[in-house]
């Protein structure tokens, strides 16, 4: 029988949320590291019970948490990472005279291959790599170098690398996207990066096509097809189909082009989500309606998915990272809201029910299927 992992990072805790294949009933095991922010959890595809946490707070800083056993116990690791005098930054010893400060550690993303080998996105903008299981860390810097990170700038919840993409058909290759400055892509294994950005249009930078300087949301790809890149922009849904070199717009019919995840179903490449708000000022579903919308050409022509979501008086939002599918036959869809709601769709979106309320704020959502 299949089973079901949530992995459900909080404003103050994480949780861990099981189930059979049929998604029907739920167990809640949490609060994890209590009163903490957890930004992100992430488990290994290589070993199903590996499982890492960003946990982090303004006061006492930055700390890796690593898990073994599914879930059930974590461990500290990465010192490296952990508060050095100062609350809420972090000193990163790179050979300058002075450390570099970063903030937190926004995203953890496994190797498709070693259970040991995690990269970790970080604000300011810097990607970090472990090879020992998250016990120490070396920074690839040709990202932090590159030519252009002066004109780099934060977007309105920090300058924070929050997304990592590795294609499974080319070693080396990897995608990462940056808000406020946009997409860029290694071919090299992380030595050098180019910025991947044509094709985008941001009205509110002084020059609109510029290079650099878009406020990329998220990006998402399917494994069996990775030149094809999905991305939710500060206004815009994109398309690529050519590994980043040139994007177009597939906005469509959405109610507002603004958001923040996008997901693509496990099964069929051409099937995306994405939960529209109502503008970057009023972060809420247009109409105080909470709907999940659903293209099953790619882009450009959507519906609304709207059968067991509150439509009317509806104030949530769902972040960047709160988004996630699950891989069985009838592809499962999840997000989470900052109102504290997990909802779950067993059916690829026709149906939805909640599968826990009234956790606090959820900054992000992942799921593992475990046969």
Known sequence: MSEVRVLVGTRKGAFVLTSDGKRQRWDVNGPHFGGWEIYHLKGSLVEANRLYASQSSGWFGQQIQRSNDGGKTWKPVGNQFVYDGVPGTHQWYDGTPHPWEFKRVWHLEPSLSDPDTVYAGVEDAALFRSTDGAKTWQELPGLRGHGTGPKWQPGAGGMCLHTILFDPSQAGRVFIAISAAGAFRTDDAGKTWRAINRGLRSEHIPDPNAEVGHCVHRIAMHRSRPNVLFMQKHWDVMRSDDAGDSWREVSGNLPSDFGFPIEVHAHEP??????????????????????????????????????????????????????????????????????????????????????????????????????
């Open 270 to 371: 051409d099937t995306i989500y994405v939960v529209p708000i109502k503008s970057d000022s009023e972060h809420y579903p247009p109409d105080a309606k909470l709907r999940v919308y659903r293209s099953r050409t790619g882009g450009n022509e959507w519906e609304a998915l709207t059968k067991g979501l509150p439509q009317r008086d509806c104030y949530v939002n769902v972040l960047r990272d709160a988004m996630a599918v699950d891989s069985l036959d009838k592809c499962g869809v999840y997000f989470g809201t900052t109102g504290g709601q997990v909802y779950c769709s067993a059916d690829a979106g026709d149906n939805w029910t909640p599968i826990v309320r009234d956790l606090p704020a959820v900054v992000a959502v992942e799921v593992q299927t475990l046969m």
